[in-house]
């Protein structure tokens, strides 16, 4: 009797392991989509006077390149990036305009705390929403 009710207790043990992971992932998906929405409504806004030389460029997350220029999807790095952005992590990157002649070297805290004054200058600029119960981060 002893040992079913080790065996049950294994069981749910292993069943709570496994919600857990279940909502672990929720909860990343879910951080990893507002960091997202923030690089969206920030980046490249034309009514703000962006810079051409910085438009577009070979940017450290999404737009990797070879030496010969072909595109390098690789989403283990942009995943691995937007963590360490999220977590304002101190790992230096290196940032160059598309003609080479601009190079940044900023960690990914310098970047976490820029995009968070854009966005939030952002959010004083803009219209308020409709009362349609969405929050605003």
């Known amino acids: 009797m002893a040992m079913r009710a080790f065996e049950e207790l294994d069981e749910a043990h292993a069943c709570i392991d496994n919600m857990d992971g279940s909502?672990?992932?929720i909860y990343e998906s879910?951080?990893?989509l507002r960091l997202l929405l923030k690089l969206a409504f920030v980046n490249e806004r034309p009514e703000f006077?962006?810079?051409k030389n910085w438009s577009e460029s070979g940017d450290y997350v999404f737009h990797q390149a070879d030496g010969s220029g072909f595109p390098i999807i690789d989403l283990g790095h942009v995943v691995s990036s937007l963590n360490k952005l999220d977590?304002?992590?101190e790992e230096k990157i290196v940032l160059a305009s598309r003609d080479g002649k601009n190079i940044l070297v900023l960690s990914?805290?310098?970047i976490a705390w820029c995009?968070?004054?854009a966005y939030q200058e952002l959010l004083e600029q803009a219209v308020p929403p409709l009362s349609d119960g969405m929050e605003r981060y």
């Open 23 to 25: 909502l672990m992932g």
């Open 30 to 32: 879910g951080r990893a």
């Open 49 to 51: 006077g962006i810079d």
């Open 87 to 89: 977590a304002a992590d």
């Open 108 to 110: 990914f805290a310098d």
């Open 115 to 117: 995009l968070e004054k």
